[in-house]
Each structure stands twice: as C-alpha cells, then as structure tokens.
C-alpha cells in the first residue's frame, strides 16, 4: 500500500467547474506539498502546509491532520489549469526526512 | 534570481557506463534533494543534504548510486555502471531551512540507458 493516495486519478473538466482533488495518507507528517507538474515536466511547488487552509488565486488547499487528508480545490477552472498535480508529504523531523509522493492526479480542462 | 538550475538536460549512456548529474541550488538555500521520476511512475526520494550535517541516503535504491554536495552549495548525483531500468528524469530541489519548506524544483536530467 501506498503511503499517500489520491483520487482521482485522471480527471476531465469542463471551463469554468470547481475542481477537487483528494489526498490521503498513512504516515505521520511534518508537512504536505502540493505541486504541478506541466507537460514538459517542469514542477512548481503550489502549497505548503501543516495545518488549516491556504488560498493562492484561484487555489485553495485544505488539510485535516486527525483524518490525514487534504484536498486542493481550483476554482473557475481554465485549460491552463491543465497539469499534473501531486500531493507529497514530508515525515516528521525526527523520524526522517523523507518526502513519500502521491502517483498524481491529471488534469484535462476542456475549453 | 536564479532558480535551480541542473545538467546536462538529456543524457544518453550506454549501460554499464558511469555518468554524472550535476545541480546547482538556489544561493542560499541549505536543503538539497535528489528525485528520480521513471516513465509512467511518481516520484522518488533519493537523497537530501542539509547544510554541512550527513546526508540522508535512505532513498538511494542502490549502492551503485552516490551523491555529494560541495561547499554546501553544488551537488553531484553519480550513477556507476548504469543500468537500463535507471533511465527516468532526475530532479534536485532545494529549500531554505530544514527542507519542510517549499521546495524549488529545477528542470531535470532526462537520463536514457541504452
């Protein structure tokens, strides 16, 4: 089993619709990354966080540590939204370093 | 600035061969990690550095893997005699602080094992 898992795994949208993508996770953190992956394969780092809720534009990132979940929303979406978005969670300080990776979720934002 | 810059872009090697992937952090940022992403796969942790303290290796998938960081700054991944499931895109990031910061992705190395 995967230390993080997202859902869904390929997702197609329509211009304009409310977009959530889910993550869920086995391990305890320090912290959980969003990013975006183009086509191409650059990768930028979207959201950090440890706690609550982040907005950047039209992204809003959610986590809830008791349930081990976060969620990133877009919302009003637009084919430039169109990516690879992975969830990564970095392990506690004291119990490693490591960062465990989602498989990620694409998304297709059809004009 | 600058951001994270990484070579070569593409690499292509004959197996059994040695090559060298070099990335050149962010000035100033003291966490460096190494990625590995194979066609089809999400992303692997290889390695990170934190300033001058020991590097955590734990990713490494083999010992034919080995990575350094110069001066706190400049990182060298080395795979020796290569192997054809090692081709994927190698990615170092780095961040300021311990690394439970935000990361800067550089652009990769597309190595290809043939």
């Known amino acids: 089993k995967n230390e993080v898992e997202q859902s869904p795994q390929n997702l197609t949208a329509q211009e304009g619709e409310f977009i959530t993508i889910n993550c869920s996770y086995s391990v305890g953190i320090s912290a959980l990354h969003w990013l975006q992956q183009h086509p191409g394969g650059g990768i930028v780092s979207l959201f950090m966080?440890?706690?609550g809720k982040k907005k950047h534009g039209r992204l809003i990132a959610t986590i809830n540590i008791q349930e081990k979940h976060s969620s990133l929303h877009i919302t009003a979406s637009h084919p430039r939204d169109s990516a690879v978005y992975i969830c990564a969670v970095r392990r506690g300080y004291y119990t490693g370093n490591q960062f465990y990776f989602g498989t990620g979720t694409s998304l297709t934002v059809i004009p | 600035g600058a951001g994270v810059s990484q070579s070569p872009s593409n690499k292509v090697t004959e197996k059994g061969k040695d090559v060298e992937l070099r990335c050149d952090p962010i000035s100033g940022h003291t966490a460096l990690y190494w990625y590995r992403q194979s066609l089809g796969q999400g992303l692997e942790f290889l390695i990170y550095?934190?300033?001058?303290?020991?590097?955590?290796k734990s990713g490494l998938p083999s010992d034919r893997f080995s990575a350094e960081r110069t001066g706190g700054s400049v990182s060298t991944l080395t795979i020796q005699r290569t192997q054809q499931e090692d081709s994927a895109v190698y990615l170092c990031?780095?961040?300021?602080?311990?690394?439970?910061?935000?990361?800067?992705f550089g652009p990769g190395t597309r190595l290809t094992v043939t």
């Open positions: 966080l440890s706690s």
């Open positions: 990031a780095s961040s300021p602080g311990r690394g439970g910061r935000e990361q800067y």
């Open positions: 550095f934190q300033g001058n303290s020991a590097p955590d």
